[in-house]
């Protein structure tokens, strides 16, 4: 692994100097980033449960309110290329966090009292972009203070507009109950992603210094590579079936334990193999899996009339294990191809 006081081309100022740093001013910075970050799925978490009655309350069709939810995952997705570009061009960190909790906050009091759907779409844009910030910004700030850092798929997009829709009319709860069932997936996220990290450290310590180098922290994604076809298969064809309630929030909290566990450490990774510019990185994997979601939430509606529930996540497994398959390519010759490169330049 590249040492992380050589310096180099297109390298980022700190956030603040590493040498002169105390363990306190890190807490202090870690704790704050964390607060920070929290903003994003919050923002996701207290809209998803509540698409029905944005439905009725602006008298808006099926399709406005999907096309609301894709807007913003696309924004989401897309704003931090601008974020993680400038960020690591310029090292202004700080200023760019100032800016992104600005634009987050004047546009969910926009949000609060918007009179239409159209409104509330531009506003519900314009804070995708602030928060969209968070999550790029944070791995490189972090980078900046640690050695280390430590996002969602398709299907975790799907889950968003699935679970009101369904839960709600498959099996009559209530607008409140819609949202604790979104604990669940909550739940998996948090614990996949402090086990991801800390079994992706594990995984690590156990070669020595001259021969870690970032694609051993790959080892550790095996296991939800696995786990989470299997979880979300079920899923789907639990909920296909009308089974007891119970057994499709059982396999949404595994599928999404093992979402975030990979997710934590292919996060890691990227950080790992791209340190001078880890915001970028992270901005461009956010875009990517962003605009996929975004687009195929356009498309739920007509999917999951005409194929159901169960068969559209045996579609969306097939895709994951299609994407696994370059996680394997990645192992096998990312660090040749990374030699390779910084050799060309």
């Known amino acids: 692994m590249p040492n992380r006081s050589e310096a180099s081309i297109g390298s980022t100022k700190p956030l603040i100097d590493k040498d002169n740093s105390t363990q306190r001013m890190n807490h ?5 980033i964390s607060s920070t970050s929290v903003l994003s799925p919050i923002s996701n978490s207290i809209y998803y449960p509540a698409i029905m009655n944005i439905r009725e309350y602006f008298q808006t069709t099926k399709s406005m309110v999907n096309a609301l ?19 690591d061009t310029f090292g202004q960190r700080r200023k760019s966090y100032l800016i992104a909790i600005t634009i987050s906050t004047f546009s969910s009091i926009v949000c609060l009292v918007s009179p239409n759907i ?33 996002n969602i798929w398709l299907m975790t997009f799907t889950n968003y507009i699935i679970i009101p829709r369904v839960f709600s009319s498959q ?85 999404s334990f093992g979402t975030l566990f990979t997710v934590s450490i292919l996060s890691i990774y990227l950080v790992d193999s791209h340190q001078d510019n880890c915001a970028s990185v992270i901005a461009l994997s956010d875009c990517v899996s962003s605009l996929i979601g975004g687009l195929f939430q356009l498309l739920l509606s007509p999917l999951q009339n005409s194929l159901g529930i169960g068969w559209i996540f045996t579609l969306l497994i097939a895709i994951n294990l299609s994407c696994s398959l370059l996680i394997v390519i990645v192992y096998l010759r990312g660090n040749s191809w990374r030699i390779k490169y910084n050799t060309f330049i």
């Open 28 to 32: 202090l910075i870690l704790i704050i």
């Open 69 to 87: 939810t894709a807007l913003f995952t696309l924004f989401f997705g897309s704003a931090p290329l601008i974020w993680g570009s400038y960020s």
């Open 171 to 255: 099996y009559h709860i209530s607008t409140s109950m819609v949202g604790l069932i979104f604990l669940a997936p909550g739940i998996g996220f948090m614990i996949g992603s402090m086990i991801g990290g800390k079994y992706s450290d594990y995984i690590v310590s156990k070669f020595i210094s001259n021969e870690i180098y970032p694609e051993v922290r790959l080892k550790g994604v095996w296991f939800s590579c696995i786990l989470v076809p299997i979880a979300f298969l079920a899923y789907g064809w639990f909920l296909q079936l009308n089974a007891k309630i119970y057994w499709p929030i059982i396999f949404i909290f595994i599928g």
């Open 118 to 150: 159209w409104l509330l779409m531009f506003a519900r844009t314009l804070q995708a972009c602030g928060l969209a910030a968070m999550n790029c910004l944070s791995a490189s700030v972090i980078s900046d203070v640690y050695t280390h850092t430590g």
